[in-house]
């Protein structure tokens, strides 16, 4: 009798440690935003203007996947004109350079990098399949730091839904090529399983 309730509670156990355990996932948002002037792209080799955010996680997780999302404001005046602003989704995100990642003290990148070798915003773009990524685990109470440089690229934001007459690229020839001051957000989401 002693024996068989044993080995009951042997297999039951057995059976808990064979059985998979299902494992929950969870993400978080890193927001970035700034504004600046056209004036931040002048010279040959401009210094290019960088965009940070932080977030601090409270359950621990792997990042397994990235995704990174771009949105462009841009206000354009004229003589004799109300300011004009542009609202742009930026499906691809082909503004943004991402040079910094850390989980605490962490770096998440095999080495230091920068504008020149940065990895372009495309990478994580929501339409790219199979962008997954094997990030340092991020360990509760840990903020995790990002930056991205914003490429001159983002100067032919001329597009987008109009404050003023609700249609879409409706930039009148007054307002010239190079809006008065335009304003960067980005936003990393970064998924993956909760650490056990």
């Known amino acids: 009798m002693i024996a068989q309730s044993w080995l009951r509670t042997a297999r039951k156990t057995v059976a808990k440690w064979l059985a998979p ?24 080799k401009p210094v290019l203007p960088q965009i940070s955010g932080l977030t601090r996680v409270y359950k621990g997780f792997k990042p397994t996947k990235a995704v990174l999302s771009q949105y462009v404001t841009t206000v354009w005046s004229a003589e004799g004109l109300p300011d004009l602003t542009l609202y742009e989704t930026v499906t691809n995100a082909d503004d943004l350079v991402l040079i910094q990642a850390f989980s605490g003290d962490s770096e998440c990148f095999p080495s230091t990098i920068g504008d020149s070798n940065g990895i372009a915003g495309a990478t994580f773009a929501p339409s790219v399949i199979g962008n997954g990524i094997s990030w340092p685990n991020i360990e509760p109470r840990t903020d995790v730091t990002v930056a991205f440089a914003i490429e001159p690229t983002i100067l032919s934001r001329a597009t987008g839904k109009c404050s003023i007459c609700n249609a879409y690229n409706a930039l009148p020839a007054a307002y010239g090529h190079l809006p008065k001051r335009f304003t960067v957000k980005a936003r990393l989401n970064l998924l993956g399983p909760v650490l056990r």
Do not use: L, Y
């Not at 299902?22 to 935003?33: K, N, Y």
């Not at 056209?38 to 010279?43: E, H, L, M, S």
């Open 21 to 44: 355990e299902s494992v929950d996932s969870t993400q978080i948002g890193i927001m970035c935003e700034d504004t600046f002037t056209p004036n931040i792209f002048v010279g040959e």
